[in-house]
């Protein structure tokens, strides 16, 4: 079994000095910056983590999804709707292209879930990662169900029931 933790850019030196070496220190997001470079203020770009040492990065959480401001475009009634699955995936393509491995968060909402559309809602958030990844790519990529803005409300025999249907 491997341990991963996910750390706010801030500390992944101080998380990589001090974790244990059983343990695998990831970041909890990457930009969606080229490997060229850029002038990208403020993003940890994937090659400036694997530069750090950081080989684990988590993409596509539901809070980054929903109404993250940083990368987020505004609707037609001008609310923000967070990271598109389109754009996870471009961060996904370029954090597996620098070397890493990437813990892909997909997962409903719990309106969606008592819709039952559950597994639509995971396609659709796969279908442009699949689009935008080689068959090798996957080797380097987990993908990690969460049930977003529902994961307080869900007890451990729904959890259960979700993952063989999500295989």
Known sequence: MKVI????????????????DDFIVAAQDSGAVPSKGGAYTGEA????????GVTHVVL???ERREGFQA???????????GESSLFVASKVKLAVEAGMTVLLCVGEKKAERENGTT?????????PVVAALEPADWANV???YEVSLA??????LQ???????LK
Do not use: W, Y
């Open 60 to 62: 596509g959480h539901s």
């Open 119 to 127: 597994l639509d809602v995971v396609a659709s958030q796969l279908a």
């Open 159 to 165: 959890h259960q029931h979700q993952h063989p249907r």
């Open 5 to 20: 933790i996910a750390f706010p850019s801030l500390f992944l030196s101080t998380a990589l000095a001090c974790m244990r």
């Open 45 to 52: 770009s994937p090659t400036q983590l694997v530069s750090l």
């Open 71 to 81: 990368s987020a475009s505004a609707n037609s009634e001008g609310e923000s709707s």
């Open 142 to 144: 987990i993908i990690a």
């Open 151 to 156: 994961m307080n409300q869900l007890s451990s």
